[in-house]
Structures are given as structure tokens and as C-alpha cells.
């Protein structure tokens, strides 16, 4: 009995203590997102970016939490991207240091180099199974039309 007294504390601490390691507190944007009615890549470059979190295999039991992550760039915030969402930003041209910051039990803060020119359009952020990827892609993802447009 003295046995049960001790674990059940313990058990239900661990699960509260699992279940909220993973949540990442939202980040808002510094900069004021552009919103588009219909996205086209000619709309974009000359520091417009379009941001998007899509195009890759989405577990129903993980989809949601663990895809969520803030943005920043060169120290300015701009914004948390979940799964299904994008965002466009004017960013000034010139050499970027961007981290994507995300939970999974720790925090995690990779830094990525990205230079912002004039024919940067798409910057395509995703998850694998260790780590989340950025990746300057300038073309519109073929889902476009059934993301999630991020205001502010």
C-alpha cells in the first residue's frame, strides 16, 4: 500500500511532466505578414518570402504538436508555423541567420545560413525524424490553395 502511495504521484507527474515538455509557447511576429488572396510566385521576391510548413508525411498522433516552431531571423520574430500553414514576410536583402526552434521534450534552436536576394521567393520548413529542415525552394508548394494563411 505504502508502495502504490508513492507511484501514483510519481506516474501522474511523469505523464504531466511528458505531455506539456512538448508544447513550444507561440512566438509572435515582429513584422506585419502580407496577405495575398491568391498566392502566385510572380507576387513574390525583391524580400517578399513566402514561409510554408507542408508537402511531407504528417502522423495524425504527432501532427499538430510536433510540427509547431517559431521563426526567427537575424533576431527579429517572425511568428510560429504549424503544420498546413504559411506565411508571407518583406524581409530586407542580405545574408540571414534563421533558427527554427522547436520542442521535442528539450528545446532545440538549429541555425540555418540563408541569403535573401531578389530572386528568393519560398522557404519551405519541414520536420524529419531528428530535426526540422529549412530549405530555400522558391517554388509555390502544390498544396497551396489548402493552406492555412497566417495573419497578424
Known sequence: MKR?????PVALFLTVFLINS?????????????QLDNVDISDLGNGKVLFHNSGYYCPVATC???????????????GQINYGEFF?????LGDYEIQT????????????????DS???????SVNSFSKKL??????????????????
Open 4 to 8: 502504490i502511495k508513492f507511484i501514483m
Open 22 to 34: 512538448c508544447a513550444l509557447k507561440p512566438m509572435q511576429s515582429s513584422r506585419k505578414y502580407i
Open 64 to 78: 499538430g504538436w510536433a510540427t509547431k516552431m517559431n521563426i526567427v531571423a537575424n533576431n527579429i520574430n517572425l
Open 88 to 92: 508571407i514576410v518583406d524581409l530586407a
Open 101 to 116: 526552434i522547436y520542442k521535442d521534450v528539450f528545446k532545440f534552436k538549429p541555425k540555418h545560413k540563408v541569403k535573401i
Open 119 to 125: 530572386d528568393t521567393k519560398v522557404i519551405s520548413v
Open 135 to 152: 530549405k530555400v525552394t522558391n517554388v509555390l508548394p502544390n498544396d497551396i490553395n489548402s493552406l492555412n494563411q497566417l495573419s497578424n
